[in-house]
Nanobody
Framework: QVQLVESGGGLVQAGDSLRLSCAVSGGTVGVYTMGWFRQAPGKEREFVAAIRPLSVTAYYGESVKGRFTISRDNANNSIYLQMDNLRPEDTGVYYC?????WGQGTQVIVSS
């Protein structure tokens, strides 16, 4: 059973940066397309970023392009989401995804 554990969320001000981490156990990050999704209060879960297996090819949602960067660390079996120039609309619970597996989420709150 693959388990994903997110960390790194918090309360920040607009313009600040945060780095989210997702530690993977029971599986190997290199064989999955790994992704980040987020869900704001009252809204549906939306795609944020993904990285292809055995590759550095990454994809981003339109609202985060140029501000967020996804990366994978095979040695630590983890992925990361570097979030720069955060905006209040980035507020939400951020979830790590690997195929059918989801983490429990980490809360990000961006104040204006």
């Amino acid at each position: 059973q693959v388990q994903l554990v997110e960390s790194g969320g918090g309360l920040v001000q607009a313009g600040d940066s945060l780095r989210l981490s997702c530690a993977v156990s029971g599986g190997t990050v290199g064989v999955y397309t790994m992704g980040w999704f987020r869900q704001a209060p009252g809204k549906e879960r939306e795609f944020v970023a993904a990285i292809r297996p055995l590759s550095v090819t990454a994809y981003y949602g339109e609202s985060v392009k140029g501000r967020f960067t996804i990366s994978r660390d095979n040695a630590n079996n983890s992925i990361y989401l570097q979030m720069d120039n955060l905006r209040p609309e980035d507020t939400g619970v951020y979830y790590c995804n690997a195929g059918i597996f989801w983490g429990q989420g980490t809360q990000v709150i961006v104040s204006s």
